[in-house]
């Protein structure tokens, strides 16, 4: 495991989980996919004699409970056309497929989303950036709520799937407000540091890439944003991995970058620069406000 201010290293830009978040009326979606995990439980790791008990199941889809209530209560019925749209395409995607099996799933949730919209707005936020942007979803989310002269630097080693979306984008009216680069986030963020003219110059950065970079990200970022303005760390939970015992048989991946998430957590915790606030919207986010 890396320790605090070396050099993260990235391995790859596989990702990112969370408890599902998915539409409605198809096997893929919410009410049949619920049922289907259901019926699958059995067959899932970690059956005993391993220290998971049947209580963390229980919460586990308590907690899923708990989403799907917001979801339909509070999140679909007002889900802007566009990110409905978006949503439901991403939900096409063979990446998304594979990973609603495993119980992990790429995009950002609907609630997510729509606390991302909020935050934007609250904040006033008109520079902005995105490290990760997969399909678009959380982009979208942004995108939506800065105002017309807005901006966002968004970053992704995968331009394919960012163009599998940019059409809906495009639909919306938001798409003159996004730079999107190609590559790793990484170098462009060194180079926006070499230039002092950009540090404190962002209002509102979302973080929802490459694990074991977040704690390189985080100390560029740091210099990026301005004194007030917020950096947002996704999946800070890590499928609820954080809390696991040592002995908990997880996914290969996610016994990898636990240990990275594991890491930053602590660190954000004692970075003297910001206040935080670790939020359990979708797979965790932690909220980090530059105060020096
Ligand atoms: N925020 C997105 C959404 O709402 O759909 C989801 C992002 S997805 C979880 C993670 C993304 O990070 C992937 O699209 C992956 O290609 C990208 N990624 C991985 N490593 C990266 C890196 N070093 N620099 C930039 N993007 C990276
Ligand atoms: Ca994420």
Request: one cysteine or more; proline letters at 7%.
């Amino acid at each position: 495991m890396a320790t605090n201010g070396t050099e993260h290293k990235h391995q790859n830009g596989q990702e990112n989980f969370r408890h599902q978040e998915v539409g409605h009326k198809s096997l893929l979606q919410s009410d049949s996919l619920y049922q289907v995990h259901l019926l699958l439980l059995p067959l899932y790791p970690p059956p005993p004699p391993c220290s998971f008990r049947i209580h963390d199941w229980l919460t586990f889809f308590r907690h899923f409970e708990f989403q799907q209530y917001i979801l339909e209560t509070s999140v679909y019925p007002r889900e802007p056309e566009p990110m409905k749209e978006l949503r439901e395409l991403t939900a096409k995607h063979p990446w998304y497929i594979y990973l609603s099996w495993t119980l992990n799933i790429m995009t950002t949730s609907a609630d997510e989303g729509q606390f991302l919209n909020m935050l934007v707005k609250l904040i006033n936020a008109k520079n902005t950036m995105e490290i990760g942007v997969y399909t678009g979803y959380s982009l979208l989310a942004t995108a939506l709520a800065l105002p017309h002269d807005g901006k966002i630097l968004a970053m992704d080693i995968n331009r394919e799937n960012y163009e599998l979306g940019l059409p809906i984008i495009r639909k919306a009216g938001v798409a003159h407000k996004i730079e999107f680069k190609e590559g790793p986030a990484l170098p462009v963020l060194d180079q926006l540091v070499r230039d002092a003219k950009n540090h404190g110059t962002y209002d509102f950065i979302f973080v929802d890439a490459d694990k074991d970079n977040y704690l390189n990200y985080h100390k560029r970022l740091v210099e990026l944003v301005k004194v007030g303005g917020v950096i947002g760390y996704d999946n800070t939970l890590w499928n609820g991995s954080v809390v696991a015992p040592p002995d908990a048989p997880l996914r290969k991946y996610v016994r990898y970058y636990r240990d990275f998430v594991l890491e930053l957590n602590k660190a954000l915790a004692v970075d003297p620069r910001i206040e935080i606030c670790q939020l359990p919207v979708g797979d965790g986010i932690t909220l980090c406000r530059r105060i020096s």
